[in-house]
């Protein structure tokens, strides 16, 4: 399947296919054969055959949209079909919903307090993972309703770290 990727404001176009063990993709029209295994939800380990490898964290903000952190780079995608047209201005999550850890780790800040209005995207809390940093953000707009953890705090993935409504 074909799709493109929005990554910082450019389109990319991106196709993938199952290959036997490994991923064929494909980046604007340059191929790639890797392997990926998953070790946590939201983290698996890129292998590339000439020996380089890569932790790959992921969270998802919203149905096709994510935050991706690759080594020591970070950004956003969003995913989109052939056929689809980057709609603008559509809400992530709205109403109540728990931001949760995507995979274990400690946490370095928290970046507001209960009471704040925050907006889809917005990063709510920095978590450190296998010697990487990644924000942790709103999936959509609304009130910080609870903070459920406190930097220098050890969470597991999957644990509430805030509650916006």
Known sequence: MRWWIERDGRRVEVSARRLDGAWEVIVDDTPHIVEMLPVHTGLDALFWPDGRNFAV??????????????AQLQFE????????????????HAGPHEVRAPIPGRVVSVGVTEGDEVKA???????????????ICAEGPGRVERIMVTPGATVEGGQVLVVVE
């Open 121 to 135: 995207g917005q990063p709510l809390v920095v978590l450190e993972a296998m010697k990487m940093e990644n924000q």
């Open 77 to 92: 995608v969003r995913l989109r079909g052939p056929l689809e047209r980057a709609a603008s201005g559509t809400v992530a």
């Open 57 to 70: 964290a992921s969270q998802r903000l919203s149905r096709d949209h994510w935050r991706v952190s690759l």
